[in-house]
């Protein structure tokens, strides 16, 4: 199983880079879980927003590696990072297109309606809103009031870049109110499941997946379930339970 993911001998550094710990082992961990899914999705076109020392996408190309046609993404608002990751994927033999920008500006044209696999580990740490969107190493955790700032930017963009089939992996914090924010993208029509849930000494993680639900529809701003949605209730509990022990 190792040799599917990155290995961190292999994993470049910068001391302006975040570099791989419990937040994006639990990330790849959540791929891992969804290999053989990810395989028969086959996917296309697959984008990590904010890659860090490269240790998501890396993975995510070697999870991937038997399907050929697959073309790989990955941003950063850090130079650093940008340069690290082009490091870590060519130490290990695999190759993303890099893009030193915030969120995914300058891709919003190009890839709409295009990518089916994304992967976000986001600046989820709350903080000071002025730490925020700066182009060091604490753009990989500021996340301003609730952690919240940078996450409800990404949201929409995800929206509009994910393919018809597209799934998001995207990591938050129990103070993000992942709770919320499922609801949010139900009501944009995607159902959700957690994939990954992890406690730390200092933080409760969850890897939840969102793929665009052909059973819910839109009723003004209503989100209705027209089919069987049986997991939604079983993912709200999960999270009402686990996700907000404060």
């Given at each position: 199983?190792?040799?599917?993911?990155?290995?961190?001998?292999?994993?470049?550094?910068?001391?302006?880079?975040?570099?791989?710990?419990?937040?994006?082992?639990?990330?790849?961990?959540?791929?891992?879980?969804?290999?053989?899914?990810?395989?028969?999705?086959?996917?296309?076109?697959?984008?990590?927003?904010?890659?860090?020392?490269?240790?998501?996408?890396?993975?995510?190309?070697?999870?991937l590696?038997?399907?050929?046609?697959a073309?790989?993404?990955?941003?950063?608002?850090?130079?650093?990072?940008?340069?690290?990751?082009?490091?870590?994927?060519?130490?290990?033999?695999v190759?993303?297109?890099?893009?030193?920008?915030?969120?995914?500006?300058?891709?919003?044209?190009?890839?709409?309606?295009?990518?089916?696999?994304m992967?976000?580990?986001?600046?989820?740490?709350?903080?000071?809103?002025?730490?925020?969107g700066g182009?060091?190493?604490?753009?990989?955790?500021?996340?301003?009031?609730?952690?919240?700032?940078?996450i409800?930017?990404?949201?929409?963009?995800?929206?509009?870049?994910?393919?018809?089939?597209?799934?998001?992996?995207?990591?938050?914090?129990?103070?993000?109110?992942?709770?919320?924010?499922?609801?949010?993208?139900?009501?944009?029509?995607?159902?959700?499941?957690?994939?990954?849930?992890?406690?730390?000494?200092?933080?409760?993680?969850?890897?939840?997946?969102?793929?665009?639900?052909?059973?819910?529809?839109?009723?003004?701003?209503?989100?209705?379930?027209?089919?069987?949605?049986?997991?939604?209730?079983?993912?709200?509990?999960?999270?009402?339970?686990?996700?907000?022990r404060?």
């Amino acid at each position: 199983m190792a040799s599917r993911i990155a290995q961190i001998r292999l994993v470049s550094s910068h001391p302006q880079v975040y570099e791989p710990c419990d937040d994006s082992f639990a990330l790849v961990d959540a791929l891992l879980a969804d290999r053989k899914k990810l395989l028969d999705h086959r996917p296309t076109i697959c984008m990590e927003v904010g890659s860090g020392s490269g240790y998501v996408i890396t993975s995510l190309a070697l999870i991937l590696q038997e399907i050929k046609t697959a073309y790989y993404f990955a941003t950063d608002i850090n130079l650093h990072a940008v340069r690290v990751t082009h490091e870590t994927l060519e130490a290990h033999g695999v190759h993303a297109e890099l893009l030193t920008t915030n969120i995914a500006a300058g891709l919003e044209k190009r890839l709409a309606g295009l990518v089916d696999v994304m992967v976000v580990n986001p600046p989820y740490v709350p903080t000071p809103e002025e730490e925020v969107g700066g182009d060091g190493i604490a753009a990989a955790w500021a996340g301003g009031e609730n952690g919240r700032s940078v996450i409800d930017k990404i949201l929409p963009i995800a929206d509009n870049l994910l393919s018809e089939k597209g799934w998001l992996y995207m990591l938050f914090l129990a103070a993000n109110d992942p709770l919320q924010i499922c609801l949010q993208m139900r009501e944009k029509g995607y159902a959700a499941k957690i994939i990954v849930q992890r406690a730390t000494e200092e933080e409760s993680l969850h890897v939840i997946k969102f793929w665009r639900d052909s059973d819910i529809r839109m009723e003004g701003n209503e989100a209705v379930t027209i089919a069987k949605n049986r997991g939604w209730e079983f993912l709200l509990s999960q999270l009402s339970r686990l996700s907000f022990r404060r």
